[in-house]
């Protein structure tokens, strides 16, 4: 059967209620939201003289939570016009709407009692075949579907997202009784290709598979800290980048999801779980008690583990529980790490450490190897899936066992043995069996051990993916100490950068050079896109700051022409170039981007013209650019001052967008030309694809621009006056007037008497006249030297 989803009813608007119906609306889906209707009336309703019959105070709930939600950062929608996409009402009056949705997802409070009712209320009105789901994060599936027809049960299941749900990318699928297969292989698949999510079918076992590994991880933490004497800086400073987790590491992580919440699931996994063999770890520590009825349950009430007084962040001491000013975190086995860039090829390093950080690291991974392997098959039939759900759901780079692979798994039993504790039974006879490790790669393909067979099987689904860590050596074509080309097959190639935070140096544009060289004489185009964390943060200013400081001008001059000659044979190359940013998509990342035959943009990518902040203005072909899109645009007279104004404004507020999505209101992606990923795992094979689709429709080489309209005195005096009028309101210093003011004349083609028809060379040129001007002056040397020391942009 085939099935659409065209309309989606989300019943409970609460944080994730309305988390989830921003998701659907951010991929196009019609989402109708509802929720109770209230009991009583607000003192201002009172006032206003309205009653419990008035529709607004009737819809006032699911409102308000929708609106919060919509005004909360990060943002769960991708622009705010999508919000028009979400319908809202209550469950008494609009509860026959849902006859018209083809899924249902209840979203109310963990109680069972309380999702069985809504349950029965759905079967009124639900049209046979429709999907209803639960988003429960613990309660058993077969208890909610107790009653209802055989349809329903049929159609039945939990789509257990995680929050905040346009962000965590896991999708658990909980199977009830009587789920049918196609129901389970339809949600599976469109989790992955339109939700953009990891999705991973689990079994109905207390907390599935995500919250069962991550609180046990969480509880084996607290328990660890008190044994060890850790403060909690030094435990967020251990489980935070170093290991590949978020900056939020443990500690801070709890604050912001709420100790109650965690509080929640470790009862529920206390409870439900008597023969767990670490059942009396997820008994909560006297300190999580202590907090709990005090009421510090993290952001929500404006104290946890941390807490903020004026501008002191404090930390919570766990022997005292009292609030202290925060001591910063140093082991010696953390400096031996820093040179090495992945967090997979630190653990070996980690687990080796003669300090207190190398014990803690033996003791957690110890106790993390045997509780994993534990889990199979109770939680979870395959390693992999486990691997998906740390990784998806708690931002983890690795999963515990690509980590144990990592370490070597003979060498993890050894850890384990050594802190009392054995692995599964399985694992030593995997290791009987002749397999070294969890994973292998081969042809490009992830292979995973499967414990029936006892053999390597290929993790499914990877066929709509293109994993360049898979294919990194064995397709690899040439490489610099600044990117690899590989090829993609099909006649393309994709150029990855491998610099720091991907920045965009020398070494990178011989290798943009080298791939376009390569691709006109063999392939038939090329892919510019990496599977990092960011795209690239832009220009190595680091080179820039060396070269002016030393006043290398002549240098300085030659390596910007040659940033700008190497976008402009991106765009004017023979070969059609894809290039695919994600993540900070910044300064020359994002130059690159706007000079691509096509941007094949994840939808997290949040890109910028970011040079202010440096002092300087984009010197890659970047200004040039926004003036021209600017010119393409012009129609009337009487209006082509505004259309330059917003494509300035783009520039001189340094503006990012918070979403692919909003790039294109701020013209740095273009409609029509343009498209937008949802599932960033499936972007490089979506930009092979585009490019393909381009050789094979005949690309014509593209003629260089000579009619580039820019409007001179008319715009210049403009521009002028406006930072003029900033700087006198204090809006802006006198080196962002400096900066504003030189971006002014190269967007204005200079001081032309009149409006003129120019070639992008001359707007190169003096686009590159005035980025070496401004990397002359004291000012903007101190902004580059605050970034390079403190990363963040200096005012001055």
């Not at 999708?171 to 009587?178: D, L, R, S």
Request: proline share 3%.
């Amino acid at each position: 059967m085939k099935r659409t989803i065209k309309k989606v009813a989300v019943i409970g608007s609460g944080i994730m209620g309305s988390g989830i119906a921003c998701h659907f609306a951010n991929i196009g889906v019609e989402v109708l939201l509802l929720d109770i209707v209230p009991r009583e009336l607000t003192e201002a309703e009172t006032k206003k003289g309205l009653t419990l019959e008035s529709k607004v105070v009737r819809n006032r709930v699911v409102n308000e939570h929708l609106a919060n939600s919509l005004k909360s950062k990060p943002s769960p929608i991708y622009s705010q016009k999508f919000a028009s996409r979400i319908t809202t009402g209550n469950t008494t009056d609009d509860m026959a709407k849902i006859a018209n949705v083809d899924w249902i997802i209840e979203v109310v409070v963990e109680r069972l009692d309380i999702k069985k009712l809504v349950f029965e209320q759905i079967e009124k009105f639900r049209k046979p075949g429709t999907l209803v789901t639960s988003n429960t994060s613990g309660i058993p599936i077969h208890f909610m579907s107790e009653g209802r027809s055989e349809d329903f049960q049929q159609h039945f299941c939990g789509t257990h997202f995680f929050n905040p749900a346009r962000y965590l990318k896991l999708f658990e699928i909980i199977p009830g009784p009587k789920t049918s297969t196609e129901v389970l292989d339809f949600l599976n698949e469109y989790g992955s290709k339109f939700l953009g999510k990891t999705s991973v079918v689990a079994k109905d076992t207390p907390a599935f598979i995500g919250n069962r590994i991550g609180i046990y991880g969480i509880q084996s933490l607290f328990h660890l800290v008190k044994e060890m004497g850790l403060t909690i800086e030094e435990v967020d400073k251990l489980t935070g980048p170093v290991i590949g987790r978020p900056k939020s590491a443990t500690f801070r992580t709890v604050d912001v999801v709420g100790l109650d919440t965690l509080v929640h699931v470790a009862n529920g996994i206390y409870e439900n779980c008597p023969t767990d063999e670490q059942h009396e770890l997820f008994k909560l520590p006297d300190f999580i008690t202590k907090m709990m009825e005090n009421n510090w349950l993290g952001s929500k009430t404006g104290q946890g583990f941390y807490k903020k007084v004026d501008k002191d962040i404090l930390s919570l001491d766990l022997d005292t529980l009292e609030y202290r000013a925060a001591k910063k975190a140093n082991f010696a086995t953390l400096e031996l790490t820093k040179t090495i860039d992945k967090p997979i090829n630190r653990f070996k390093v980690l687990v080796k450490g003669k300090d207190k950080a190398g014990e803690f690291y033996r003791k957690s991974f110890a106790g993390m190897f045997a509780y994993v392997s534990n889990r199979i098959p109770e939680i979870s039939d395959e390693l992999f899936k486990i691997d998906d759900a740390m990784k998806a759901g708690f931002g983890w780079e690795n999963g515990p066992f690509e980590i144990w692979d990592a370490i070597g798994v003979a060498n993890g039993i050894e850890i384990m043995k050594a802190e009392g504790l054995e692995p599964a039974a399985w694992v030593t006879e995997m290791l009987a069996s002749g397999s070294e490790s969890f994973y292998s790669v081969k042809e490009g393909a992830t292979y995973f051990y499967n414990i029936p067979t006892k053999s390597q099987v290929k993790v499914p689904g990877q066929d709509s993916f293109i994993i360049l860590n898979n294919i990194r050596e064995s397709k690899k074509v040439w490489s610099n100490s600044g990117a690899i080309i590989e090829d993609l097959g099909d006649g393309i190639l994709n150029l990855e950068f491998q610099s720091k935070m991907n920045t965009i140096g020398g070494d990178v544009l011989q290798a943009i050079n080298k791939a376009i060289d390569l691709s006109e004489k063999e392939y038939q185009g090329l892919v510019i896109g990496n599977q990092a964390a960011n795209f690239s943060v832009g220009a190595n200013i680091g080179m820039i700051f060396m070269m002016a400081v030393e006043q290398e001008y002549d240098e300085l001059n030659m390596a910007i022409k040659m940033f700008q000659d190497t976008m402009m044979r991106v765009r004017y190359s023979s070969i059609p170039v894809v290039v695919a940013p994600h993540g900070m998509t910044f300064g020359g990342g994002c130059e690159m981007s706007l000079h691509a035959d096509k941007v094949v943009a994840a939808a997290e990518t949040y890109m910028g013209l970011v040079e202010f902040g440096v002092g300087v203005l984009p010197g890659g072909g970047g200004s040039k650019e926004m003036a021209l899109r600017a010119s393409d645009l012009f129609r009337k007279n009487d209006v082509e001052l505004n259309v330059l104004q917003e494509y300035f404004l783009t520039i001189a507020m340094a503006k990012v967008s918070t979403s692919g999505y909003e790039a294109f209101d701020t013209g740095l992606l273009q409609h029509g030309k343009d498209v937008i990923v949802v599932n960033k795992d499936r972007q490089i094979a979506e930009a092979k694809k585009h490019a393909l689709l381009m050789a094979e429709a005949g690309y014509t080489q593209p003629i260089r621009r000579t009619d580039v309209k820019v409007l001179g005195k008319q715009a210049l005096g403009m521009f002028l006056v406006g930072t003029d009028q900033m700087e006198a309101g204090k809006y802006i210093s006198e080196h962002d007037k400096k900066i504003a003011n030189k971006l002014a004349y190269v967007m204005a083609g200079g001081d032309l008497s009149e409006a003129t028809l120019v070639s992008e060379q001359y707007l190169l040129d003096i686009e590159r006249e005035a980025f070496l001007s401004l990397c002359t002056e004291r000012k903007t040397l101190e902004r580059i030297q605050y970034m390079l020391t403190k990363g963040k942009p200096l005012r001055n």
